[in-house]
């Protein structure tokens, strides 16, 4: 079993600045990629950000320069630094890893619980 847990969500006013956390802990043999997902009240969840053991990170249109994602592989846990935050960034953010747990086994993905980032105007 693996398990992501997130954290650092919470309150901010408009251009402040929040860092989410989440760890990957469990049968892990091998983390592919990380990222982070939001998802607004009413509307579908949507990727922000996301990265690869291999390659460049990837950012939707409406946080690049703003949100910077970061990793520990070591730790098996990725970062999420949001700047200048903005009251449309309003979300639950869930984080997703795609991983092998064993060698013989197919990567699969997995989602954290979510953590609530609340941008007061």
């Known amino acids: 079993q693996v398990q992501l847990v997130e954290s650092g969500g919470g309150l901010v006013q408009s251009g402040g600045s929040l860092r989410l956390s989440c760890a990957a802990s469990g049968s892990i043999f091998r983390v592919n990629a990380m990222g982070w997902y939001r998802q607004a009240p009413g509307k579908q969840r949507e990727l922000v950000a996301s990265?690869?053991?291999?390659?460049?990170?990837n950012y939707a249109d409406s946080v690049k320069d703003r949100f910077t994602i970061s990793g520990d592989n070591a730790k098996n846990t990725v970062y999420l630094q949001m700047n200048r935050l903005k009251p449309e960034d309003t979300a639950v953010y869930y984080c997703n890893a795609d991983i092998r747990s064993r060698p013989v086994d197919a990567s699969r993905a997995y989602w954290g619980q979510g953590t609530e980032v609340t941008v007061s105007s």
């Open positions: 990265a690869t053991n291999s390659g460049s990170p």
